[in-house]
């Protein structure tokens, strides 16, 4: 069955710095869902890309589909504490069935 | 509006017993979805609820597990003699039509002693 792979499993960075999250299917994506989820809460719904080539950005999270729609980054500027959470991505991998699978998850850590 | 909502937040149960979780979803949300997610893993999706049609059960890990959609509103997910290996957070989302993406409950945190 198709998974989503993320890179890195945990991240430990420097208040302040910069940091990409990559999530990886073997197959095409009909669309792609970044979440953040913090310690103990549900998950919380970031962005959506559907389209090869499509980046959305907001605040200092950005994140992409390639051409090929199968990768996606989550890149985050001068990073915070409030940043630090679990980060999944999800996909619906056959259009119009809402059937998602999602990624195990990269732990961000910000140091202050 | 209010967002999705669960009950309860935690459940310590006995192995062997029953358990029964809440879901409340998004007003007008046609879409139900319940996930597990266990310690160190990812979300596993259990079973998904769209309008009136037959659920989709493919994710339920055995027949010990069912849910209930109720008047296209409310969802239940039992667990019956539950184990060890039960042990998880639950979580439910629901989604409308359009867009997709789905919308999570603050998660049920189970435990089987």
């Known amino acids: 069955s198709q998974e989503l792979e993320q890179s890195p499993q945990s991240l430990i960075v420097q208040e302040g710095k910069n940091l990409t999250i990559n999530c990886t299917s073997s197959?095409?994506?009909?669309?792609l869902y970044w979440y953040k989820q913090k310690y103990g809460e549900g998950l919380i719904f970031l962005m959506m890309?559907?389209?090869?080539?499509e980046e959305k950005s907001h605040e200092k999270i950005t994140a992409k589909l390639d051409e090929k729609k199968q990768q996606s980054s989550l890149h985050i500027t001068a990073s915070q504490p409030s940043h630090a959470g679990i980060y999944l991505c999800?996909?619906?991998?056959?259009?119009?069935?809402?059937?998602?699978?999602f990624g195990t998850g990269t732990r961000l850590k910000v140091l202050a | 509006g209010a967002g999705v909502s669960q009950s309860p937040s935690n459940k310590v149960t006995e192995k062997g017993k029953d358990v029964e979780l809440r879901c409340d979803p998004i007003?007008?949300?046609?879409?139900l979805y319940w996930y597990r997610q266990s310690l160190g893993q990812g979300l596993e999706f259990l079973i998904y609820?769209?309008?009136?049609?037959?659920?989709?059960k493919s994710g339920l890990p055995s027949d010990r597990f069912s849910a209930e959609r109720t008047g296209g509103s409310v969802s239940t997910l039992t667990i019956q003699r539950t184990q060890q290996e039960d042990s998880a957070v639950y979580l439910c989302?629901?989604?409308?039509?359009?867009?997709?993406?789905?919308?999570f409950g603050p998660g049920t945190r189970l435990t089987v002693t």
């Open positions: 989302a629901s989604s409308s039509f359009r867009p997709y993406e789905q919308y």
């Open positions: 197959k095409t994506l009909y669309g």
């Open positions: 890309l559907q389209k090869g080539g």
């Open positions: 999800g996909a619906d991998i056959l259009p119009g069935t809402y059937k998602y699978i």
């Open positions: 007003s007008g949300h046609t879409a």
């Open positions: 609820f769209q309008g009136n049609s037959a659920p989709d």
